[in-house]
């Protein structure tokens, strides 16, 4: 088995075993509060049916209306149904629907933790409708963040030591491949790791310094 695919179900289980310590850094947040702030800060329609893709314990899910989300890591998937999200155990990289059928699309803080990011953007695509949107979180790997959770990763941490992170620029020329084009973006957390002490308004930039970055890509019409 190839180490990346090694790496993707060592992730899933890892997520699994520390399903509640996961659960909790939600709790009183302030970077959370951030990130969902910039999320919902987003201009494009984002139409039912909604998902996410890497739903966890469905923090997000819920404060953004997302009914249904799948995971690999079957713990996560029980808190994020006990918060009324409807949950399916399953990869990314093969996503249990039919093309066309929904409306919008979330992956947060999930390509870093896949064996094939390129396969997933695919996957979206497919099983978008044509008018939909896929919403990307992401914490670029040249910001302070990305920089301070690759130490993080390489000391052997129980999630990231499994991540990959990306550059903007590497993203979007993923989301050209998957024949989908950005839309609209904003960018936030410039505040540095363990010194998030207010709130942040997004900026419509993309910017690599910033701490979380938002793209929404809608589908090349053909």
């Known amino acids: 088995m190839a180490a990346k695919e090694t790496d993707k179900y060592r992730a899933a289980r890892s997520f699994h075993d520390h399903a509640e310590e996961y659960d909790s850094w939600f709790e009183d947040s302030l970077v959370y509060e951030i990130e969902v702030t910039a999320l919902k800060s987003l201009h494009a329609q984002m139409d ?12 997000f899910a819920r404060n953004l209306g997302v009914g249904f989300g799948i995971d690999p890591a079957w713990a996560p998937l029980t808190l994020a149904s006990e918060r009324g999200i409807k949950c399916c155990q399953a990869f990314g990289e093969q996503l249990p629907l039919k093309d066309r059928r929904i409306g919008a699309i979330y992956v947060l803080f999930t390509l870093c933790f896949v064996a094939d990011p390129q396969k997933i953007l695919r996957e979206c695509s497919r099983v978008l409708k044509e008018d939909g949107h896929l919403v990307i979180g992401m914490i670029p790997s040249g910001s302070a963040w990305g920089r301070s959770l690759t130490v993080k990763k390489k000391a052997g941490h129980s999630f990231y030591k499994y991540a990959r992170f990306y550059t903007i620029a590497t993203v979007k020329k993923l989301l050209a491949k998957a024949n989908m084009r950005v839309i609209e973006y904003n960018s936030t957390l410039y505040q540095a790791p363990g010194c998030v002490e207010q709130n942040e308004a997004p900026r419509d930039v993309l910017d690599e310094q910033a701490g979380f970055v938002v793209i929404v890509a809608a589908k090349n019409q053909t």
Request: aromatic letters at 0%; zero cysteines; proline letters at 17%.
């Open 48 to 59: 039912d049916p909604k998902m996410e893709i890497g739903v966890g314990p469905g923090h």
